[in-house]
């Protein structure tokens, strides 16, 4: 089994930054490539950003390109997810998992999820 709890959510104002957190217990973090998803009130889960156990290759949505940054810090046990130039489409539970070994984009492909942290973008 894997925990992951992640922090760092909150209020802000659109073109403002937040750095969410979600730190891992379990199992050996560096097996697993993690991800960050998000959803919004009445859509679907969207894949937000993806890094691999090594922190080597990383990936992003088309919607948060060049905005947002996914690192992770292995001896911490901990992802990170920066997010700058926020907008208020960004308002979203943001979630991280947990994927043994191979990155992925598709949520389904995921073995652990946190329970999520809100992030609400005002205009």
């Known amino acids: 089994q894997v925990q992951l709890v992640e922090s760092g959510g909150g209020l802000v104002q659109a073109g403002g930054s937040l750095r969410l957190s979600c730190a891992a217990s379990?199992?050996?973090?560096?097996?697993?490539?993690m991800g960050w998803f998000r959803q919004a009130a009445g859509k679907e889960r969207e894949f937000v950003a993806g890094?691999?156990?090594?922190?080597?290759?990383?990936n992003y949505g088309d919607s948060v390109k060049g905005r947002f940054t996914i690192s992770r810090d292995n001896a911490k046990n901990t992802v990170y997810l920066q997010m700058n130039s926020l907008k208020p489409e960004d308002t979203a539970v943001y979630y991280c998992?947990?994927?043994?070994?191979?990155?992925?984009?598709?949520?389904?492909?995921?073995?652990?999820w946190g329970q999520g942290t809100q992030v609400t973008v005002s205009s």
């Open positions: 998992a947990a994927r043994f070994w191979a990155r992925s984009s598709q949520g389904g492909e995921y073995d652990y």
């Open positions: 379990g199992r050996t973090f560096r097996n697993y490539a």
């Open positions: 890094i691999s156990r090594s922190d080597d290759t990383t």
